[in-house]
């Protein structure tokens, strides 16, 4: 199974026993504000999305859970090669749990892709995720308005990307 460590994290592969703690995620309004869809409502999808998650191929995706204290704490990579995601709980937001993730997972993804370049798509309201990839070197490439469409709310994008390294 496919590991990263750093000095507090694992991030590994997910399996079917991590349901309850990425649904602790997934169903939080507060992390879930800028995702792609709303709050999951139940564990059944939940379930499906984390059964998602483990049968992506490795040539389409390559996605971590993050483990922190001994639980899943959230996700980090990419569900759709070249665009990376990421999404925590609350609770260890403001630890650097996030930068560390993030500062561990790039080196790999471009380590066993020939990517030119990582992608993200953040909503403009995202401040946290935008400072995030900034530090971590990603740049403005474009905005869009109204590209997603989440719980009758239309959110704008703007996209960025992470070069290959030299």
């Avoid at 564990?43 to 483990?67: H, K, N, Y």
Wanted: hydrophobic share 45%; with cysteine.
């Amino acid at each position: 199974m496919d590991t990263i460590r750093t000095e507090r994290l694992l991030l590994r592969r997910a399996r079917h026993g991590d349901l309850e703690d990425i649904h602790a995620v997934l169903s939080d309004p507060r992390a879930m504000r800028y995702w792609s869809t709303p709050p999951h409502a139940t564990v059944d999808q939940t379930r499906d999305w984390l059964g998602d998650m483990i049968a992506a191929p490795a040539d389409v995706s390559d996605d971590f859970l993050v483990e922190f204290e001994g639980g899943v704490v959230g996700k980090i990579g990419c569900w759709q090669l070249p665009e990376i995601g990421f999404i925590f709980h609350p609770g260890i937001w403001r630890r650097g749990i996030a930068g560390e993730a993030l500062r561990a997972v790039l080196p790999w993804i471009f380590g066993r892709h020939a990517l030119p370049a990582i992608t993200a798509d953040v909503d403009p309201r995202n401040a946290a995720s935008l400072a995030l990839l900034a530090r971590a070197g990603f740049r403005e490439t474009g905005r869009a308005e109204r590209t997603w469409l989440v719980a009758g709310e239309w959110c704008n994008s703007i996209y960025l990307a992470l070069r290959r390294p030299d």
